[in-house]
C-alpha cells in the first residue's frame, strides 16, 4: 500500500529514529510516478539568476494567477533546489514572487484534478521534500513578501531562514478554510518559527498576518519598502549584512544554525564540531590570524 511504500522510505538509526538522507527527507525513487503527473499541468515558471556577489534570487512567476504553483512550476522549483545546492561560490538567496505579489499556493485548477487521496499524498511528499531541501540549503535565505502569501504559499515563506514584508503585504495560512491543514511542510516549521501557541492561532483562525503583527510575533524580521524593483533592491542590501565575507565562512555559518534548529544536542554539537574542521585553519581563519584583528 502506499503507506508501506512511504515508511519504507525512511532509514532509521540502530535506536530506530528516522535520520535523514542527505538533504531530502523521502527517496527520490518516489518521484517519477508524481512528476509525470505534475508535468501534466503546465503554467508559469520558476526563474534562477545566480548574482556574481553570491546572491541568488529565485522568482515564482505566474502573475496571472497570483504566482499560484502549476504542476511544471513545482517540478522546476526541485530542479532550482538542485541547481542551489551546487553552487558552490553561494551564500544567499532571495525567493520572491512576479508582479507584486509572492504566491497564492497551489494552481486551484491542477488541485481539483488531483484531489484524490494518492495523488494529495505524493504531492504533499514531494513538495515536503522540496521545500525542506530549500531550508536546509547552505544559504541564508529570505523570502521577500510583496502583496498577498496565501496557503502554500505562505508555507514557501516558511522554508526560508528569514521573511521580509512591505507595509500592505499578508501572509495568511488558509487551508482551514479549504478544509485542510498545511501539506508542504509549513506547519512544522510555523511551529518553530513562532511557537506552538502562536502556530496553533494563525493556523485555527486562518489570520492575514501584516506585516506589524508578523513583526510582532516574530514571523517578519522586517519590513521593506515597497515599489517596482525597490522592494528587492532593499532585501538585497539587508541580507547583504549576512552574507559579506567568504563563502565558505557563511556556508558554514548556515549549516550549524541549521544543525542546532534541527538535531537534538549531542547531534547537532557533532555536526558544528565537523563543520568547525572545515573553516579552522582555512584562508580566511588565517588571514584573520595574520591581520591580528580586533574586534572594537
Ligand atoms: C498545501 C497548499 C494548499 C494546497 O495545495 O492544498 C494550497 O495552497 S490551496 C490554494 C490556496 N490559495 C487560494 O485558495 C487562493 C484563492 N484565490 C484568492 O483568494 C484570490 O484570487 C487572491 C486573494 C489570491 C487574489 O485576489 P484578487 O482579487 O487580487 O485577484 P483575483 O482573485 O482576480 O485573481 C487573479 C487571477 O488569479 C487566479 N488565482 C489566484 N489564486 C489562484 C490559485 N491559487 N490557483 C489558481 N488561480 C488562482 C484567480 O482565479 C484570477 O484568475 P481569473 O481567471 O481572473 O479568475
Given at each position: 500500500?502506499?503507506?508501506?511504500?512511504?515508511?519504507?522510505?525512511?532509514?532509521?538509526?540502530?535506536?530506530?529514529?528516522?535520520?535523514?538522507?542527505?538533504?531530502?527527507?523521502?527517496?527520490?525513487?518516489?518521484?517519477?510516478?508524481?512528476r509525470?503527473k505534475l508535468s501534466?499541468?503546465?503554467?508559469?515558471?520558476?526563474?534562477?539568476?545566480?548574482?556574481?556577489?553570491?546572491?541568488?534570487?529565485?522568482?515564482?512567476?505566474?502573475?496571472?494567477?497570483?504566482?499560484?504553483?502549476?504542476g511544471?512550476?513545482m517540478l522546476?522549483?526541485?530542479?532550482?533546489?538542485?541547481?542551489?545546492?551546487?553552487?558552490?561560490?553561494?551564500?544567499?538567496?532571495?525567493?520572491?514572487?512576479?508582479?507584486?505579489?509572492?504566491?497564492?499556493?497551489?494552481?486551484?485548477?491542477?488541485?481539483?484534478?488531483?484531489?484524490?487521496?494518492?495523488?494529495?499524498?505524493?504531492?504533499?511528499?514531494?513538495?515536503?521534500?522540496?521545500?525542506?531541501?530549500?531550508?536546509?540549503?547552505?544559504?541564508?535565505?529570505?523570502?521577500?513578501?510583496?502583496?498577498?502569501?496565501?496557503?502554500?504559499?505562505?508555507?514557501?515563506?516558511?522554508?526560508?531562514?528569514?521573511?521580509?514584508?512591505?507595509?500592505?503585504?499578508?501572509?495568511?495560512?488558509?487551508?482551514?478554510?479549504?478544509?485542510?491543514?498545511?501539506?508542504?511542510?509549513?506547519?512544522?516549521?510555523?511551529?518553530?518559527?513562532?511557537?506552538?501557541?502562536?502556530?496553533?492561532?494563525?493556523?485555527?483562525?486562518?489570520?492575514?498576518?501584516?506585516?506589524?503583527?508578523?513583526?510582532?510575533?516574530?514571523?517578519?524580521?522586517?519590513?521593506?519598502?515597497?515599489?517596482?524593483?525597490?522592494?528587492?533592491?532593499?532585501?538585497?542590501?539587508?541580507?547583504?549584512?549576512?552574507?559579506?565575507?567568504?563563502?565558505?565562512?557563511?556556508?558554514?555559518?548556515?549549516?550549524?544554525?541549521?544543525?542546532?534548529?534541527?538535531?537534538?544536542?549531542?547531534?547537532?554539537?557533532?555536526?558544528?564540531?565537523?563543520?568547525?574542521?572545515?573553516?579552522?585553519?582555512?584562508?580566511?581563519?588565517?588571514?584573520?590570524?595574520?591581520?591580528?584583528?580586533?574586534?572594537?
Amino acid at each position: 500500500s502506499y503507506k508501506l511504500h512511504y515508511r519504507s522510505t525512511i532509514s532509521h538509526n540502530a535506536l530506530g529514529k528516522p535520520h535523514h538522507r542527505g538533504m531530502a527527507v523521502y527517496s527520490s525513487e518516489l518521484w517519477d510516478e508524481i512528476r509525470g503527473k505534475l508535468s501534466m499541468f503546465p503554467g508559469g515558471s520558476v526563474n534562477l539568476v545566480k548574482q556574481e556577489s553570491g546572491i541568488a534570487v529565485l522568482t515564482v512567476n505566474n502573475p496571472d494567477r497570483m504566482n499560484a504553483f502549476s504542476g511544471t512550476m513545482m517540478l522546476e522549483l526541485q530542479d532550482r533546489v538542485s541547481q542551489l545546492e551546487n553552487w558552490k561560490e553561494g551564500k544567499g538567496l532571495i525567493v520572491h514572487g512576479a508582479g507584486g505579489t509572492f504566491c497564492s499556493g497551489s494552481d486551484l485548477n491542477a488541485v481539483r484534478a488531483i484531489s484524490n487521496p494518492q495523488d494529495g499524498m505524493k504531492m504533499c511528499m514531494f513538495m515536503q521534500d522540496t521545500l525542506t531541501r530549500l531550508l536546509r540549503l547552505p544559504l541564508i535565505s529570505v523570502a521577500l513578501v510583496e502583496g498577498r502569501a496565501l496557503g502554500g504559499g505562505a508555507e514557501l515563506t516558511t522554508a526560508c531562514d528569514f521573511r521580509l514584508m512591505t507595509p500592505s503585504s499578508e501572509i495568511q495560512f488558509v487551508h482551514k478554510h479549504m478544509g485542510l491543514v498545511p501539506g508542504w511542510g509549513g506547519a512544522a516549521r510555523l511551529v518553530r518559527i513562532v511557537g506552538s501557541q502562536g502556530a496553533l492561532k494563525l493556523l485555527a483562525a486562518a489570520l492575514k498576518v501584516d506585516s506589524a503583527l508578523a513583526e510582532r510575533i516574530g514571523l517578519s524580521d522586517g519590513v521593506v519598502a515597497t515599489g517596482a524593483g525597490t522592494a528587492l533592491a532593499e532585501a538585497e542590501h539587508w541580507l547583504g549584512d549576512f552574507t559579506r565575507g567568504p563563502a565558505p565562512v557563511i556556508q558554514a555559518i548556515k549549516k550549524v544554525a541549521l544543525s542546532g534548529r534541527e538535531r537534538p544536542l549531542e547531534d547537532a554539537l557533532r555536526k558544528e564540531k565537523e563543520v568547525f574542521g572545515t573553516v579552522w585553519g582555512g584562508s580566511a581563519n588565517l588571514e584573520a590570524l595574520a591581520r591580528k584583528s580586533k574586534h572594537k
